[in-house]
């Protein structure tokens, strides 16, 4: 064993990948073979074998001890820039006439033999290959003069689902569809770059627009500009494609509170919607007009939009849309009656079609309507469960405004309630600077800000905000902290007025 790992120059993977061979020999038959492979394929005395050059040699020796089917699969999956899973295995290096069965044992004996290595991803066990093996697989696929034709077959999987993304998208099936794509974020680039080498440059945006490519949103926005310039120009753009990326730009110029840019880009978005006659992406991108309205300072034409937009939603049957604009407007409505009729509909709508970023969203704003009607106790219950439900998800974003709406309510209802109120705002404006996300519209129209400034004492609450602020907050934590802190509000009496 020691020979063997001396020989093998100590390196992990020349190691792993001759391990996986004792199951057919020996450990002498190992250590002879290993001496006899690495001179053959390198040409040269042992001595002379540099480190890398002895892993290639490894390398090399492990794929020529492979079945022509095991060769054949291992080259077709270096095409895969990223981890992958059996399904997109299946899809893309599979050839017609090959069971789906004898990919799957392809790549278990890939994995026994450790040129295949297993990874832990968000959605469940996942498959890669090595850098140095991704190579070595990469140049044994271009000389089998298949590299194209498999890159065009990652390609024909990206579209696919893409063409899914497009037809879930503002459905309660969007935001699974979304975080599986975003986990296959470079994958989904690599089908783009094969599209952009071969003139597809509709195709190329269509990715763009629906995949999360980047966390960035500013680096993505303007890759889909771009990106929507050069398909206009090959003339490859059609009014689907444009209502999608148009809404995209809407969407990423909202997150960065750019709402100028928002509101420019949702219309155009509406515009190509109605063109392509879209009924229920045309209310959404006029929702989205409806909000970036509000948060550029038009009032009147939020507003306007809002009424507009519930009746479409309406018409149109669509519980989904119905639901997040009667949460909307029930934030917005001076008239609190009227408003809590607005979000009990809209509780019921986002619940029946499975939306739970809505509900977290409307049991938030149930909790500020609540508050403002003077019910501490409603609005401390309704807030708590949009605090822990934004936490679960782990929305960092949303957490922040709903531990400020707690901050208030603690503030108010509480005689010590300053410092708790602090140490939450503390946590907020963390956990804002961590999601980049400022202030929303909707946020602005319920007056939050100068609910904070009035109820929470700068005076009474320096020396904690002060601390709180040296803080590092987890989601967990903050939660946690404010359930307990919403538990122990009691509805004040007349005596403490």
Same mark, same amino acid.
């Given at each position: 064993m020691t020979q063997v790992c001396r020989r093998l120059d100590g390196l992990p993977l020349a190691i792993e990948l001759a391990a996986a061979r004792l199951r057919a020999r020996s450990l002498p038959q190992l250590a002879?073979?290993?001496?006899?492979?690495?001179? @053959?394929?390198? &040409?040269?005395?042992?001595?002379?074998?540099?480190?890398?050059?002895? =892993?290639?040699?490894?390398?090399?020796?492990?794929?020529d001890l492979l079945s022509e089917a095991e060769q054949r699969t291992f080259?077709?999956?270096?095409?895969?820039?990223?981890?992958?899973?059996?399904?997109?295995?299946?899809?893309?290096?599979?050839?017609?006439?090959?069971?789906?069965?004898?990919?799957?044992?392809?790549?278990?004996?890939?994995?026994?033999?450790?040129?295949?290595?297993?990874?832990?991803?968000?959605?469940?066990?996942?498959y890669r290959l090595l850098e140095m093996l991704h190579r070595y697989g990469h140049d044994r696929l271009a000389e089998r003069g298949d590299l194209d034709r498999f890159q065009e077959r990652l390609f024909a999987w990206a579209m696919s689902g893409v063409e899914h993304l497009e037809l879930v998208i503002r459905t309660p099936a969007m935001e699974e569809a979304l975080r599986t794509a975003a986990i296959n974020a470079v994958t989904y680039r690599a089908a783009m770059q094969w599209a952009?080498?071969?003139?597809?440059?509709?195709?190329? @945006?269509?990715?763009?627009?629906?995949?999360? @490519?980047?966390?960035?949103?500013?680096?993505?926005?303007?890759?889909?500009l771009e990106r929507l310039s050069r398909a206009?120009?090959?003339?490859?753009?059609?009014?689907?494609?444009?209502?999608?990326?148009?809404?995209a730009i809407a969407n990423l110029s909202f997150e960065q509170s750019d709402w100028q840019a928002s509101l420019q880009a949702s219309t155009r978005a509406v515009e190509y919607f109605q063109a392509a006659r879209l009924p229920r992406?045309?209310?959404?991108?006029?929702?989205?007009?409806?909000?970036?309205?509000?948060?550029?300072?038009?009032?009147?034409?939020?507003?306007?939009?809002?009424?507009? /937009?519930?009746?479409?939603?309406?018409?149109?049957?669509?519980?989904?849309? @119905? &639901?997040?604009?009667?949460?909307?407007?029930?934030?917005?409505?001076?008239?609190?009656?009227?408003?809590?009729?607005?979000?009990?509909?809209?509780?019921?709508?986002?619940?029946?079609?499975?939306?739970?970023?809505?509900?977290?969203?409307?049991?938030?704003?149930?909790?500020?309507?609540?508050f403002q009607r003077?019910?501490?106790?409603?609005?401390?219950?309704?807030?708590?469960?949009?605090?822990?439900?934004?936490?679960?998800?782990?929305?960092?974003?949303?957490?922040?405004?709903?531990?400020?709406?707690?901050?208030? /309510?603690?503030?108010?209802?509480?005689?010590?309630?300053?410092? =708790?109120?602090?140490?939450?705002?503390?946590?907020?404006e963390q956990f804002r600077q961590q999601s980049g996300q400022h202030h929303r519209p909707w946020e602005t129209r319920v007056r939050l800000e100068p609910l904070k400034n009035r109820v929470v004492t700068p005076s009474a609450t320096a020396d904690t905000t002060a601390h709180a602020l040296g803080r590092r907050y987890t989601l967990s934590a903050a939660s946690m902290l404010a359930t307990q802190a919403l538990q122990s509000v009691e509805a004040p009496t007349p005596a403490d007025h």
């Open positions: 002879a073979r290993l001496e006899d492979q690495l001179w @053959l394929l390198t &040409g040269a005395s042992r001595t002379e074998v540099s480190r890398q050059r002895t =892993l290639q040699a490894v390398v090399a020796w492990s794929y080259a077709r999956l270096a095409v895969f820039p990223d981890h992958f899973t059996l399904e997109m295995a299946e899809a893309v290096v599979s050839e017609p006439g090959t069971g789906e069965f004898d990919v799957v044992e392809i790549v278990s004996r890939l994995v026994d033999k450790s040129l295949v290595t297993t990874v832990n991803a968000p959605d469940g066990l996942r952009d080498s071969h003139g597809q440059e509709g195709a190329a @945006l269509r990715i763009a627009a629906m995949v999360p @490519l980047s966390h960035h949103g500013w680096e993505r926005r303007t890759e889909i206009n120009r090959a003339g490859q753009l059609d009014d689907v494609v444009a209502g999608h990326s148009w809404t992406l045309t209310a959404w991108a006029q929702y989205f007009c409806l909000m970036a309205a509000w948060g550029a300072g038009q009032s009147a034409e939020g507003d306007r939009l809002i009424t507009e /937009v519930i009746a479409n939603f309406r018409r149109e049957g669509y519980d989904m849309g @119905l &639901g997040w604009s009667l949460w909307a407007e029930s934030l917005c409505t001076a008239d609190l009656e009227a408003a809590e009729q607005m979000a009990a509909e809209a509780d019921g709508l986002l619940r029946r079609v499975g939306v739970p970023m809505g509900v977290a969203h409307n049991l938030e704003g149930r909790g500020i309507i609540a003077g019910e501490l106790n409603d609005a401390a219950s309704l807030l708590t469960e949009a605090i822990q439900a934004f936490a679960s998800y782990g929305n960092i974003g949303c957490t922040a405004h709903a531990l400020e709406a707690a901050a208030v /309510v603690i503030a108010t209802a509480a005689h010590d309630g300053d410092s =708790l109120a602090a140490e939450l705002l503390a946590a907020a």
